[in-house]
């Protein structure tokens, strides 16, 4: 993928944002990675989602972090994506997001148990919820990398939001939306009753069946 082509994916999934009820206002953001250029593609700080295109994005280097084509501002959250892209050589794109449901359980440092199997599937157990840490330096990231598992592609940072991330654009804001999606129906539940954990085993049966057989 060229750069403007990923300037066209990330512009699109910074409009889906809003429009999937993540943020509000101009919270949140998406950056994509060129790798063969080593430039990431942010959303501009504080910018309208309406207002967005493709060319408003700003084009950083990854290595540095300096912007290299854009007279406009990257999102104040760079540092962290850029983070995250230098220490998961996998990942090729980041969302971030203050999404209400999956922000709740941040709030209160608690993980999103596993007790779905829509979750089982998205995220092969509970979704780790970091401490509270600072914006300051790399303390973002490396909590993100601490807390992270080997398979959920998601981190709820206490006290903040959502980082959400995967080999592609489309896969990362997927994590986002999935994470929310099951954080509102567990919450509802939690309000219902007590959901029951699924079992170990039944995780790794329901992992299975959608990481490999399932889709196209």
Not at 1 to 28: D, F, W, Y
Not at 75 to 95: G, T
Not at 112 to 119: E, G, K, M, S, Y
């Amino acid at each position: 993928m060229n750069i403007e082509s990923l300037r066209k994916e990330v512009c699109a999934a910074n409009q889906a944002l809003p429009k999937a009820g993540l943020v509000t206002m101009h919270s949140g953001n998406v950056s994509g990675l060129d790798v063969s250029s080593g430039t990431v593609v942010i959303k501009p700080s504080g910018f309208d989602y309406d207002a967005l295109t493709p060319t408003d994005l700003v084009a950083v280097e990854l290595s540095s972090g300096k912007a290299v084509d854009s007279s406009r501002k990257p999102s104040v959250d760079l540092p962290h994506h850029l983070f995250l892209y230098r220490n998961m050589p996998e990942v090729r794109a980041v969302v971030h997001t203050h999404s209400n449901y999956a922000t709740a359980f941040a709030a209160c440092g608690k993980p999103i148990p596993a007790v779905l199997t829509a979750i089982a599937d998205e995220f092969g157990g509970d979704v780790p919820c970091t401490p509270y840490v600072d914006n300051e330096g790399d303390h973002i990231g490396e909590a993100i990398l601490a807390h992270k598992t080997d398979r959920a592609p998601v981190v709820l940072l206490g006290n903040h939001g959502v980082f959400a991330w995967g080999p592609s654009v489309a896969a990362a804001l997927k994590a986002a939306v999935m994470v929310e999606d099951v954080a509102k129906t567990v919450f509802l539940a939690m309000h219902i009753g007590d959901p029951s954990a699924l079992s170990k085993e039944e995780i790794e049966k329901w992992w299975d069946r959608y990481q490999n057989r399932y889709g196209q």
